[in-house]
């Protein structure tokens, strides 16, 4: 099944009300699983639309394990969904991970709808069909490829957003602009100004338009290589460094969000390309306040990026970015310095 093409839906609205019409024309019973972090959003869902049962969990990586998997079964079981059910999920990536995971294998698999409500999931947890749990420490040993009936972005559950998961996802918000070029530069500006204003809902129809030509890019590259075997490692840019810095920072005891990991990461993965752009997107990393200075030296670093699952023969698969729309996918090996042969 090498690099197996696939169908990826998104659906937009301005508000979580605009998903009711789209999930009842999916037909059958539905159940709902919420973040809690928005569960007054869940409920206006819930009032809309005729749900046999809902359930809220906390978000973040602590519901990512399966024992939060088998409460969630639990919780379909006990309700008496069948294999027409469908499982609206709702909440940031970490639940999207988690509930689309569980309604991947109860019953073989049942169909779900995914309700992104962090700009991280809105970008990237929740498009492409991977879903995890985590394990012994590692993230995301146990998953699955399913896709979801399709994933719904409005910019509603945005206006309650913290300032640090609006910066962790503009991280990979530009990341995915990067990849193609248009809109990096708007991107940058919008996210300036949202920032400013303290985590309110995104003020600028722009800026979610560009979420959503994000969502769409990432769907695009998952779309030309559904089993992750070629085209989706471009999706990989500042990665290589980035969930070493994570993993790391996570080790000693100071983690670090993964957006801010990715900037770092970012801004390496130019500073090892070469040319003037690494210093404009210093610059623009800054006025996002992400962090641009590596706290690791590469001593530290290399270990964890030999090991890598990209690593082959030695050498690892590294994207090079060079300025927007410009990058370059090289076979490089890990080594002091790391060059770009
Ligand atoms: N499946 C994939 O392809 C993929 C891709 C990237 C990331 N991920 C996963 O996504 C997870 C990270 O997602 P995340 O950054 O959304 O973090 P998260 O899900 O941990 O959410 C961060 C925090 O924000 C809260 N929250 C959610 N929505 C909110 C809202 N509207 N207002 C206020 N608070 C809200 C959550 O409860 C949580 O406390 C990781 O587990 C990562 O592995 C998956």
């Not at 990512?64 to 609206?88: N, P």
């Not at 503009?170 to 193609?180: C, D, F, G, V, Y």
Request: with cysteine; charged share 20%; glycine share 12%.
């Amino acid at each position: 099944m090498p690099g197996q093409s696939c169908k990826i839906r998104i659906e937009t609205g301005r508000t979580i009300l605009g998903a009711a019409s789209m999930i009842e024309q999916l037909g059958g019973p539905l159940y709902l699983l919420y973040d809690n972090a928005v569960k007054p959003l869940a409920g206006s869902l819930s009032a809309r639309l005729e749900i046999k049962a809902a359930k809220g969990v906390e978000g973040g990586e602590g519901v990512k394990t399966l024992a939060s998997a088998e409460e969630i079964a639990g919780f379909l079981l006990d309700a008496g969904a069948g294999r027409e059910a469908t499982l609206i999920v709702m909440g940031g990536g970490a639940v999207c991970d988690a509930g689309a995971f569980t309604a991947s294998i109860y019953k073989r698999g049942i169909k779900f709808v995914l309700i992104p409500t962090t700009l991280l999931a809105q970008v990237d947890a929740a498009i492409g069909g991977k879903t995890a749990v985590n394990s012994r420490g590692i993230k995301n040993p146990l998953g699955t490829f399913a896709l979801p009936e399709f994933t719904y972005i409005c910019p509603e559950p945005l206006a309650t957003l913290p300032s640090e998961q609006w910066r962790s996802g503009a991280a990979e918000l530009l990341k995915t602009l990067l990849l193609r070029g248009s809109g990096y530069e708007e991107a940058v500006e919008l996210l300036a100004a949202e920032l400013a204003r303290a985590g309110a809902a995104p003020e600028h129809e722009h800026l979610h338009e560009l979420i959503i030509r994000a969502a769409h890019i990432k769907a695009e590259i998952v779309s030309e290589d559904f089993l992750d075997t070629g085209a989706r490692r471009l999706l990989n840019l500042g990665h290589t460094f980035g969930h070493a810095i994570e993993a790391l920072a996570l080790e000693k005891g100071a983690p670090i969000l993964h957006g801010e990991a990715v900037a770092i990461g970012m801004l390496l993965s130019a500073r090892i390309a070469g040319g003037p752009f690494a210093g404009q997107l210093k610059a623009d990393l800054q006025r996002l306040g992400l962090p641009t200075e590596c706290p690791f030296t590469q001593e530290e670093l290399l270990p964890l990026i030999r090991q890598d699952k990209k690593a082959e023969c030695g050498k690892i698969r590294f994207i090079l970015l060079h300025g927007p729309g410009r990058i370059e996918e090289v076979s490089i090996e890990p080594r002091l310095p790391l060059s770009h042969e």
